[in-house]
């Protein structure tokens, strides 16, 4: 799976945009990029993925770069609940059982 | 909307005692997954297991682990002989055999190991 590459940490308003960035440059044509959360020790929740095309779910927007080097994932009205570590990863999403390869994440802290 | 879940949520235990850690994956789900992430590090994938293999371990996924699906709901971790390393958060995650296969994660059980 290609490495990604995030920022450690990042601030945020309550109520503005949060836009976190992310890395892969070596992203192979059929690997997908995958954003998941994790907010203090509990379990990640996953927030959205995608292959190419931008795509928005009722958590998030995720814009990928037209070469797929890079993406970024937002959060469009941040809450203090959006406070967490944020986890890219690149995978290709079948074969059976591919395993999740987590990095540090970005820590994205909303500020009152 | 469907979950994962895990019992218990804490187990403080003894060196050298067998813990069984549980986790319910999601009722369509056929691929199970144990993931640990000791304090302030990493999540870990530890192993994948499907149709009532394991399809692929991690090299922390030694002898003493080993994990069961021993009914049609549950999906167990169990660790043989503890260690002190092995304190950490145990994530079970389950996904569907389709295109996206997204992983969803249950909230974890945190092992103590004294």
């Known amino acids: 799976d290609a490495k990604t590459t995030q920022p450690p940490s990042m601030d945020c308003a309550e109520g503005r945009a949060a836009n976190l960035p992310c890395n892969h440059s070596?992203?192979?044509?059929?690997?997908?990029v995958y954003w998941y959360r994790q907010i203090h020790s509990q379990g990640p929740q996953y927030i959205i993925h995608?292959?190419?095309n931008n795509e928005t779910n009722e958590m998030a927007s995720l814009i990928i770069t037209e070469d797929r080097k890079s993406s970024t994932l937002i959060l469009p009205h941040a809450t203090l609940r959006d406070t967490a570590v944020y986890y890219c990863?690149?995978?290709?999403?079948?074969?059976?059982?591919?395993?999740?390869?987590f990095g540090q994440g970005t820590r994205l802290t909303i500020n009152p | 909307e469907p979950e994962v879940t895990q019992t218990p949520s804490h187990q403080v235990t003894q060196m050298g005692q067998e813990v069984i850690l549980r986790c319910v994956p999601i009722?369509?789900?056929?691929?199970f997954y144990w993931y640990r992430q000791i304090l302030g590090q990493k999540v870990e994938f530890l192993v994948s297991?499907?149709?009532?293999?394991?399809?692929?371990k991690s090299e922390i996924f030694d002898d003493q682990f080993s994990v069961e699906r021993p009914d049609g709901s549950n999906f167990t971790l169990k660790i043989r002989s503890t260690k002190l390393e092995d304190s950490a958060m145990y994530f079970c995650?389950?996904?569907?055999?389709?295109?996206?296969?997204?992983?969803?994660f249950g909230p974890g059980t945190r092992l103590l190991v004294l």
């Open positions: 990863i690149v995978r290709v999403p079948y074969g059976g059982a591919q395993k999740l390869v």
């Open positions: 995608g292959l190419k």
């Open positions: 297991f499907y149709n009532n293999e394991i399809s692929e």
């Open positions: 070596t992203i192979s044509g059929n690997e997908y």
């Open positions: 009722s369509n789900h056929l691929y």
């Open positions: 995650a389950s996904s569907e055999i389709r295109a996206s296969e997204t992983q969803y």
